[in-house]
């Protein structure tokens, strides 16, 4: 059973590109090969993958509808909840191990050695961020408000508190066995996101739940997920226009004319300013912004 990476890319141009660019990136640290794996892209618009990578074997296409995305969504119409979805689709249609990227992610190492951590046992998530007792603002709001409301869910799944890891869902890896992990998560996920709607429920179901199976790695560094960089996508756009038509193994060598990292580290250490140093920059006009 090969391996398959599952993107889901719905919606703007400017997923495509960044579904696009994270493919190519997979073909580039493999040395031009994904080393026997496959890719699928869950998409609204496979005519226009194909007119930026061009016929790639190894790349098929899922066409999804709006009626199923937003079936996928459910009735919590949650963008999120298809992640699980798309998860649980592939588990059922594609027979093997699966690594799901977010579209804003890079290969730095061959797709080969990431899906080696999985043949060890692991699962994937992208990176660890503290517990929900002891990890950022937004977790520990999250662990009190639980709390204090006396959250219990009736999935069937760990409890949660605490000592909860929260993960960036960014990268999953799983196991050709874990689609009942994924009907956990997919419940666990609507009963968290009507107790208390926050974006990143669909995250922590993910994390207690694998997490609570068995060891969870990291993806980073072998994958970098550029979360915090939306004005890459111009530069992507550019991209794709300046290199049209080009056959995949001709696109690779240019794709560090897009520093994805570069920049993503520079906003970063931007951000991590104090408030009155990046109000006092922004009121100069020298607020972060990608270089010309």
């Not at 990476?5 to 090969?33: F, W």
């Not at 692991?122 to 009190?144: C, D, P």
């Amino acid at each position: 059973m090969p391996d398959t990476l599952i993107y889901q890319a719905y919606g703007p141009p400017g997923i495509r590109h960044e579904a696009a660019y994270s493919i190519l990136s997979a073909y580039a640290a493999g040395g031009d090969t994904l080393g026997g794996a496959r890719v699928v892209v869950y998409t609204d618009a496979p005519a226009e993958f194909r007119a930026l990578l061009g016929a790639v074997p190894e790349v098929a296409y899922q066409e999804v509808t709006p009626a199923q995305w937003q079936q996928w969504r459910g009735s919590i119409d949650f963008v999120h909840r298809v992640k699980i979805e798309v998860l649980r689709h592939a588990a059922a249609h594609y027979p093997g191990r699966l690594l799901y990227l977010d579209t804003d992610t890079v290969f730095e190492q061959a797709p080969a050695e990431v899906f080696g951590w999985l043949a060890a046992g692991s699962r994937l998530m992208h990176a660890a961020e503290g517990t929900l007792g002891h990890g950022s603002y937004l977790n520990r709001k999250i662990g009190r408000y639980l709390r204090r409301h006396r959250f219990a869910s009736q999935c069937g799944g760990p409890a949660l508190g605490p000592a909860t890891p929260m993960y960036n869902a960014g990268v999953l890896g799983l196991h050709p066995a874990d689609s009942p992990l994924l009907d956990q998560v997919l419940c666990l996920t609507d009963e968290l996101h009507r107790f208390y709607p926050k974006h990143v429920m669909e995250q922590l179901a993910f994390s207690a739940v694998l997490s609570a199976a068995g060891p969870v790695r990291e993806a980073t560094p072998g994958i970098f997920h550029y979360w915090n960089l939306k004005e890459a996508r111009p530069l992507l756009a550019a991209f794709f226009a300046r290199h049209a038509g080009q056959p995949l193994p001709a696109l690779l060598p240019h794709l560090a004319e897009v520093p994805l990292r570069q920049l993503s580290e520079s906003k970063l250490q931007f951000e991590s300013r104090p408030g009155w140093q990046r109000a006092v920059l922004r009121w100069l006009g020298r607020e972060w912004r990608v270089p010309a």
